[in-house]
């Protein structure tokens, strides 16, 4: 096994596993420069079989918890799209005319920036969802998966490139680094927002705690997360392909944390989360949620 970030081949166990497909999925923790990755990698297959057509219908992103699908969300939320495209990514990127998201599951946040006037493309990797996205929008998206996308056809023609909760599901980050740096145009920014469960109060109290007792804790769900990143580790990992990087921190409020059936370790995360979250609206450290920016030099 070799670091995806620094190319590092010495690994920590990390006191956390999945058990899927009956196979067990270790988390490691690079000893050079502390990215967090999972031992085994799933497969091309694995991948295959973990997003099938059924990926969005399952009880996935806490929406178990509030009785609504992936596609009612996503509806119910196509004003915060709009005002984030608004908000966040057009005034850094002044004068943007086109962007591409990666994992652009449904289409809606595209849909939100052609509605602005911008051209618009993206990548999804379930067939359901691109078939979803024609039929909803009219947006023709490529299907497949990012790593074996060629971004040759589309070098230099985005001004911004987005891809919302991806990273944590890819097998190749620093590869895709460099096929978004292709496919942006001088200048550009490539936008993402990713989960950072390692960075909680909650975990840098419970981690010492499980490795000082020799245990490892089951996480719930299947591998979807082939990485856990930190400020740290995402940043180290831009830092290569961007000639400017910036990370924001925000931590989620307690009420929205999906509590996974309501186990005890849950239950506690939830209670700190009551402490984390203002912690870090104070701060800017300590969040679950990260916002990371890279521009293109240019």
């Known amino acids: 096994m070799v670091c995806n970030s620094c190319g590092g081949e010495k690994f920590t166990l990390e ?3 999945y058990w899927w497909d009956e196979r067990r999925f270790d988390g490691v923790r690079c000893r050079a420069c502390e990215l967090v990755s999972l031992s085994p990698m799933p497969s091309d297959a694995d991948l295959a079989k973990l997003y099938d057509g059924d990926y969005f219908a399952r009880g996935l ?3 178990d918890q509030l009785r609504q699908s992936y596609e009612q969300w996503a509806d119910a939320a196509m004003e915060v799209s709009r005002r984030f495209l608004l908000d966040e990514l057009l005034p850094r990127r002044p004068g943007a005319r086109s962007v591409f998201e990666i994992g652009a599951a449904m289409g809606h946040f ?13 990548l999804e990797i379930s067939p359901a969802a691109v078939t979803r996205a024609r039929e909803k929008f009219g947006l023709e998206l490529a299907c497949g998966n990012i790593e074996a996308f060629d971004p040759g056809p589309w070098a230099g ?19 895709v ?7 942006l145009s001088p200048g550009g920014l490539f936008f993402i927002r990713i989960p ?21 804790r089951r996480l719930p769900d299947p591998p979807y997360h082939l990485y856990e990143y930190t400020p740290a580790t995402i940043g180290r990992l831009f830092a290569r392909h961007f000639a400017r990087v910036e990370i924001r921190q925000e931590a ?20 700190l989360q009551v402490v984390n979250a203002p912690l870090t609206r104070l701060t800017g450290r300590w969040g679950d949620r990260l916002t990371v920016c890279g521009r293109k030099a240019g």
């Open 15 to 17: 006191p956390f596993h």
């Open 61 to 63: 992103h806490g929406l």
């Open 110 to 122: 595209l849909e939100s920036a052609r509605r602005e006037g911008l051209a618009v493309s993206g």
């Open 157 to 175: 023609r985005w001004d911004l490139v987005y891809a919302g909760d991806l990273f944590e599901h890819l097998r190749d980050p620093a590869g």
């Open 177 to 183: 680094l460099g096929k978004v740096e292709t496919l």
């Open 196 to 216: 950072s469960t390692l960075n909680l109060l909650s975990t840098r109290l419970a981690a010492p705690l499980l490795r000082a007792s020799g245990r490892s």
């Open 252 to 271: 989620m409020a307690p009420e929205r944390l999906n509590l996974k059936g309501g186990s005890p370790a849950y239950l506690a995360k939830r209670a």
